[in-house]
């Protein structure tokens, strides 16, 4: 009894004060993204020896990873339906209001889900659940009351925030979308608090939810919108009020998981944290535990708008400068969305990078706890040696498939040379999205911000200078340049960080010996096969030739890129190897072809 009644007073002074400061190794920890939990991370279980519970986070992380780039590849590919339904102008209004959004969310709520993580987890490894239901509770009143702040930032503010970026248009779609930040808040802190529990399907599941509801939601408002001969102000903003529907449908799965989960007692039910404090106490309780979140938040906050702030920069100038060149607002959106044709796709190559980000990380915070150095620097080579490969094939082979793409997807030839320039940011951004997990691995979390907030500087100086002289091509050019800052910044660093030295001589000749021979098979297709499909097709929709020309080019050049880089030894039986379905018949049958050793 004694115990119990000890136990209870220590766990009401913790109460009072909050959890215990962090040291500096603790926040380094936190923002590295590793070491979270003592139970994943205790040395007492060996350092060669992969715990229980480090394994459940792997998985987890795994999941998260497939699932973020599950949702994003809904949310990437719901561009193309849009621009073919609506048109070009109305892709316009949407590009340039959603970086908008994106910016003002990452505000409101970036950094808290994976601080109420970490709060809960500790609470929850003690048998403290009082306490970690009044994490929760404590950061869904913050955040709700920051995205009630930001939703009346944008909602009062449409006109003004439309007028400064030249397009006044846009206004409608500032008001739509902003009625998700009433949503979004309460929905990331259940995610944050699931997870600090060590469950992530909750997560995973809303976001694949969330985006695909989205989706729905957008096309059926788009259909109405266009049958009833909706103004295209209007018709942008019913696709931005697709968020609004998508962050509902999200926040109703998280609350489904949270009343199963209470139903089958996997989160416990305790009494609220506080029990036998005052009124007053609990309410010092509560404020110095929400300074305490705060404190973490805020600097991951910081360290993640960099991304969104990048494409933030596009749509607060490009507006305007093309109005410089003489279009008028209806025009100047048209174009915007012509330079947006080839967003969607290299974001899908960006996707991949993501996709091997996600068990990058927490592979590299591994290696370097463990102190192996060795480990650290055959991770990051083969990752970013994989990164370069691949963005380097899918970079040129978007550049000479740009025309038959473009048209296969958007109906219209329009914008090709702008998509052209803007494929090459496809190798760049997938270098720099490695690097910069790499470096987060090992524990450098602000550097790859300040590399990203640099590429936005060049950005936008490099839009003032050459949107009013060459119009979106010009906006194209100041990407490559942009993104070529960020990554160069970025793989130095990592490069530097891990210990891994640069490739020179024959191991950079080689691949881009291979993207030569890949060329000439893309070349055979667009100027060989196409006028030839022509003649005996004549009869075929410019769309359908297109989309076969395309389709063609896709195979075909990734059929002549795979064989080079294995003629050429740059890809080796031990790299292919690594991949579990390679193994066994498949490299057997390459043996016996003689394409690899």
């Not at 719901?78 to 959603?98: E, H, T």
């Not at 100047?332 to 990078?353: D, R, S």
């Not at 083969?382 to 038959?404: H, I, K, N, Q």
């Not at 090709?416 to 951004?429: K, N, P, W």
């Amino acid at each position: 009894m004694k115990q119990q009644a000890g136990r209870r007073e220590a766990e009401r002074a913790d109460e009072e004060t909050g959890p215990a400061e962090p040291g500096r190794e603790e926040q380094g920890r936190l923002r590295a993204g590793a070491g979270w939990s003592a139970r994943a991370s205790d040395p007492r279980r060996g350092a060669g020896k992969t715990s229980p519970a480090a394994t459940s986070l792997l998985q987890g992380a795994a999941m998260l990873g497939l699932a973020a780039v599950a949702s994003k590849m809904i949310g990437t590919l719901q561009k193309i339906p849009l621009q073919n339904m609506a048109g070009d102008a109305v892709f316009g209004i949407y590009n340039a209001v959603f970086p908008l959004y994106t910016l003002i969310l990452f505000l409101a709520t970036a950094g808290f889900p994976l601080v109420v993580s970490k709060f809960v987890s500790e609470y929850a490894a003690d048998g403290r659940n009082a306490q970690a239901k009044q994490v929760l509770r404590v950061a869904s009143v913050l955040l709700l009351a920051s995205g009630i702040l930001f939703f009346l930032l944008l909602y009062m503010g449409a006109d003004v925030l439309a007028d400064w970026m030249g397009a006044a248009q846009a206004a409608a779609a500032i008001r739509s979308v902003s009625f998700a930040l009433l949503i979004v808040p309460v929905m990331s802190a259940l995610r944050g608090y699931f997870q600090g529990y060590g469950d992530m399907a909750p997560t995973a599941w809303s976001q694949v939810i969330e985006q695909a509801v989205r989706v729905a939601v957008m096309v059926g408002l788009l259909l109405a919108l266009i049958r009833l001969g909706g103004s295209p102000e209007l018709i942008a903003a019913g696709a931005t009020f697709g968020s609004v529907a998508g962050a509902a449908a999200g926040l109703a799965a998280m609350l489904w998981y949270w009343r199963k989960a209470r139903q089958t007692d996997r989160l416990p039910a305790v009494e609220a944290a506080g029990e036998g404090l005052t009124v007053r106490g609990r309410w010092r309780s509560d404020w110095t535990l929400a300074k305490r979140l705060s404190f973490y938040a805020i600097p991951l906050c910081l360290g993640t708008l960099a991304t969104p702030i990048l494409g933030l920069v596009d749509s607060f100038t490009m507006p305007r400068l093309l109005r410089q060149t003489g279009w008028d607002e209806t025009g100047a959106l048209f174009q915007y969305g012509l330079y947006n044709h080839g967003l969607p796709l290299v974001q899908l190559v960006a996707m991949i990078a993501a996709s091997m980000s996600a068990a990058l990380v927490p592979a590299m915070a591994e290696a370097r706890h463990r102190g192996d150095a060795e480990a650290v620097r055959s991770r990051a080579g083969y990752a970013l040696r994989v990164t370069w490969l691949v963005g380097l094939a899918a970079s040129f082979g978007l550049a000479m498939l740009a025309e038959p793409l473009n048209v296969m997807f958007y109906k219209s030839s329009a914008g090709t040379s702008a998509m052209i320039v803007l494929s090459f940011t496809a190798v760049l951004s997938a270098v720099n999205l490695v690097s910069s997990s790499l470096l987060q691995g090992l524990g450098a979390v602000r550097a790859p911000a300040l590399y990203l907030l640099a590429a936005a500087l060049a950005k936008l100086a490099l839009n003032a200078a050459l949107v009013p002289r060459i119009g979106i091509d010009g906006a194209a050019w100041a990407a490559v340049a942009a993104y070529a800052l960020a990554a160069g910044l970025a793989l130095a660093h990592a490069l530097r960080a891990a210990g891994v030295t640069a490739p020179r001589g024959r191991a950079v000749m080689m691949p881009m010996l291979g993207i030569g021979i890949m060329t000439l098979g893309l070349l055979a297709v667009t100027h060989g096969a196409a006028p030839l499909l022509a003649r005996l097709f004549a009869a075929m929709p410019p769309r359908g030739l297109a989309a076969i020309v395309a389709l063609g080019g896709v195979a075909v050049g990734g059929l002549a890129y795979a064989l080079a880089l294995l003629y050429l030894r740059v890809v080796t039986a031990q790299d292919l190897a690594l991949v579990p379905r390679l193994r066994g018949k498949p490299l057997a049958l390459l043996r016996r072809w003689r394409l690899v050793r």
